[in-house]
């Protein structure tokens, strides 16, 4: 993207930024690092000044604008709402065109050429999780028709930490007798991460191949247990297929009393709002509906929910870029979860389970971490 570029589209946006500051508590990246160029403040001069020409790119500069995770917190608290996140996923564009973006996006821009997914494995492997199950049906999971696809996400497809997300809830859906199907190696990456990287328009061949796949499979449902993937498949694809996420299709489901608990889950549990799914897709009750309808679940709320949630330091791309900041925003999620007192932190979303689990364990930190998924499995029980 080309400074002219910049200004016609994000100059207006920008410019609404008083300076205030308002916007500098609720930034996680500022929490951590306690500068101004980690402030949403900061972000939005940077861009300002490049445009109106009174500074040039520098590469410092990635410094700043490759630390966000798109957590939109500052737009939360910002009076005239600034879109801080847009002007710095255009400012990573303009870097990219300049070389200077961190080098790591050229293995995951290269991945998603080559593999068609970020962790760069042959995509044939995609539905690999399978194999740690017990009775798979003949069909693995992978039909030519169905009702309802299910699109797995690179995340919870390759990562093993996350892997019981899908052999989660492919159990939940086949106990409510859904009619569903994968797309195995024909599930190409959503496109989320080249979005992040600044390099959203070599998406559009990912984009165009899913699209046609749910064409193909003529499913009238696309369910996503991810929220980044239901987030770009939301703002980015085109599809007469109703697109939900995995919590709002479960909620639907004990709705229509397909999905039973006959165990329940006899504990006190605290929810993370993951930001792609709540701020940034406004999906704030239905994960609240599930949890609440599941007998003997008491759910205790973490001080900042909903709207103000914090995020886990797993978005935007962060954890692949600065892993130590990533991980010490992940510290400050895990204190505010200690707080609450609950013995399970449950959330809706494998890159936060990744994140989250993924600092407890190496911090030594006796954490129980589960995704909504796993949670409504056991509760529903045999
Ligand atoms: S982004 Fe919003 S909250 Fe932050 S300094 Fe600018 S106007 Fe104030
Ligand atoms: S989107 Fe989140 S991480 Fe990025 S500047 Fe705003 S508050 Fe900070």
Same mark, same amino acid.
């Given at each position: 993207?080309?400074?002219?570029?910049?200004?016609?589209?994000?100059?207006?946006?920008?410019?609404?930024?008083?300076?205030?500051?308002?916007?500098?508590?609720?930034?996680?990246?500022?929490?951590?690092?306690?500068?101004?160029?980690?402030?949403?403040?900061?972000?939005?001069?940077?861009?300002?000044?490049?445009?109106?020409?009174?500074?040039?790119?520098?590469?410092?500069?990635?410094?700043?604008?490759?630390?966000?995770?798109?957590?939109?917190?500052?737009?939360?608290?910002?009076?005239?709402?600034?879109?801080?996140?847009?002007?710095?996923?255009?400012?990573?564009?303009?870097?990219?065109?300049?070389?200077?973006?961190?080098?790591?996006?050229?293995?995951?821009?290269?991945?998603?050429?080559?593999?068609?997914?970020?962790?760069?494995?042959?995509?044939?492997?995609?539905?690999?999780?399978?194999?740690?199950?017990?009775?798979?049906?003949?069909?693995?999971?992978?039909?030519?028709?169905?009702?309802?696809?299910?699109?797995?996400?690179?995340?919870?497809?390759?990562?093993?930490?996350?892997?019981?997300?899908?052999?989660?809830?492919?159990?939940?859906?086949?106990?409510?007798?859904?009619?569903?199907?994968?797309? #195995? $190696?024909?599930?190409?990456?959503?496109?989320?991460? +080249?979005?992040? =990287?600044?390099?959203?328009? %070599?998406? @559009?061949?990912?984009?165009?191949?899913?699209?046609?796949?749910?064409?193909?499979?003529?499913?009238?449902?696309?369910?996503?247990?991810?929220?980044?993937?239901?987030?770009?498949?939301?703002?980015?694809?085109?599809?007469?297929?109703?697109?939900?996420?995995?919590?709002?299709?479960?909620?639907?489901?004990?709705?229509?009393?397909?999905?039973?608990?006959?165990?329940?889950?006899?504990?006190?549990?605290?929810?993370?709002?993951?930001?792609?799914?709540?701020?940034?897709?406004?999906?704030?009750?239905?994960?609240?509906?599930?949890?609440?309808?599941?007998?003997?679940?008491?759910?205790?709320?973490?001080?900042?929910?909903?709207?103000?949630?914090?995020?886990?330091?797993? #978005? $935007?791309?962060?954890?692949?870029?600065?892993?130590? +900041?990533?991980? =010490?925003?992940?510290?400050? %999620?895990? @204190?505010?979860?200690?707080?609450?007192?609950?013995?399970?932190?449950?959330?809706?979303?494998?890159?936060?389970?990744?994140?989250?689990?993924?600092?407890?364990?190496?911090?030594?930190?006796?954490?129980?971490?589960?995704?909504?998924?796993?949670?409504?499995?056991?509760?529903?029980?045999?």
């Amino acid at each position: 993207m080309k400074r002219e570029e910049l200004k016609e589209q994000f100059y207006d946006e920008i410019a609404k930024c008083n300076r205030c500051g308002f916007c500098l508590p609720v930034c996680p990246v500022y929490a951590v690092k306690g500068t101004e160029w980690a402030t949403p403040r900061g972000r939005n001069a940077i861009i300002r000044a490049v445009i109106e020409g009174k500074i040039d790119w520098t590469p410092e500069m990635e410094g700043s604008l490759f630390r966000c995770t798109g957590c939109r917190a500052c737009t939360q608290a910002c009076l005239p709402s600034v879109e801080t996140n847009e002007g710095i996923l255009a400012g990573r564009m303009c870097l990219v065109d300049r070389s200077q973006y961190p080098k790591v996006m050229d293995r995951v821009a290269e991945a998603l050429e080559n593999d068609f997914n970020i962790s760069g494995d042959p995509n044939e492997e995609r539905s690999s999780w399978t194999e740690f199950m017990r009775d798979v049906p003949e069909h693995a999971y992978q039909k030519e028709t169905a009702q309802v696809i299910y699109f797995v996400g690179c995340v919870a497809a390759f990562f093993p930490l996350v892997q019981k997300i899908p052999q989660a809830f492919v159990q939940v859906l086949d106990k409510a007798e859904v009619d569903f199907t994968t797309l #195995g $190696g024909e599930e190409w990456c959503c496109g989320f991460p +080249l979005i992040q =990287a600044g390099m959203a328009e %070599k998406m @559009e061949k990912l984009v165009e191949h899913n699209q046609e796949k749910i064409r193909e499979v003529g499913a009238e449902t696309v369910v996503f247990a991810c929220p980044s993937c239901y987030h770009t498949w939301k703002e980015r694809y085109k599809t007469d297929a109703e697109l939900l996420h995995a919590t709002q299709f479960m909620e639907r489901l004990i709705d229509q009393e397909k999905i039973t608990f006959n165990n329940g889950f006899h504990k006190t549990v605290t929810y993370h709002d993951p930001c792609d799914l709540g701020r940034n897709s406004g999906i704030y009750e239905a994960p609240r509906d599930v949890l609440k309808r599941i007998p003997g679940l008491k759910l205790v709320e973490l001080e900042s929910n909903r709207e103000l949630a914090i995020c886990c330091g797993g #978005g $935007g791309d962060l954890e692949m870029i600065d892993p130590e +900041l990533s991980a =010490a925003i992940a510290q400050r %999620k895990i @204190e505010e979860i200690q707080r609450t007192g609950a013995e399970v932190v449950v959330t809706s979303c494998q890159q936060c389970v990744r994140t989250i689990a993924g600092t407890a364990r190496k911090r030594k930190i006796n954490l129980k971490v589960m995704d909504i998924t796993e949670l409504v499995l056991e509760a529903m029980g045999s």
